[in-house]
Nanobody
Framework: EVQLVESGGGLVQAGGSLRLSCAASGITVGDYTIGWFRQAPGKEREGVSCIRDTDGTRFYADSVKGRFTISSDNAKNTVYLEMNSLKAEDTAVYYC???????????????????WGQGTQVTVSS
């Protein structure tokens, strides 16, 4: 059984930082494309970032470029999202998702992902 478990969310002031973790079981993250998504109240779930260790590719949404960094630790089978200079508009539930070796450019499309975590809440106070 595949499980993705997010953690690390919380309440932080604007300008602060958080590091989210996505711990995987049942898959090897190094073989998968792992995406981070977020969903704010009343809004669609949107792609934030994606990592593909098979070719070293990283993608970021324009809204988080320069502030967020995605990384992986294959020994821990975990993907991280380091979030700096947080803004109120970053407030959302953050989800990680996995798809086996996706090499297309539409990493931000929810429908391509096979597995999802339960999400972790990030709240940024202004």
């Amino acid at each position: 059984e595949v499980q993705l478990v997010e953690s690390g969310g919380g309440l932080v002031q604007a300008g602060g930082s958080l590091r989210l973790s996505c711990a995987a079981s049942g898959i090897t993250v190094g073989d998968y494309t792992i995406g981070w998504f977020r969903q704010a109240p009343g809004k669609e779930r949107e792609g934030v970032s994606c990592i593909r260790d098979t070719d070293g590719t990283r993608f970021y949404a324009d809204s988080v470029k320069g502030r967020f960094t995605i990384s992986s630790d294959n020994a821990k089978n975990t993907v991280y999202l380091e979030m700096n200079s947080l803004k109120a508009e970053d407030t959302a539930v953050y989800y990680c998702a996995a798809v086996f070796r996706y090499y297309g450019s539409s990493w931000y499309e929810k429908l391509i992902y096979s597995y999802w975590g339960q999400g972790t809440q990030v709240t940024v106070s202004s």
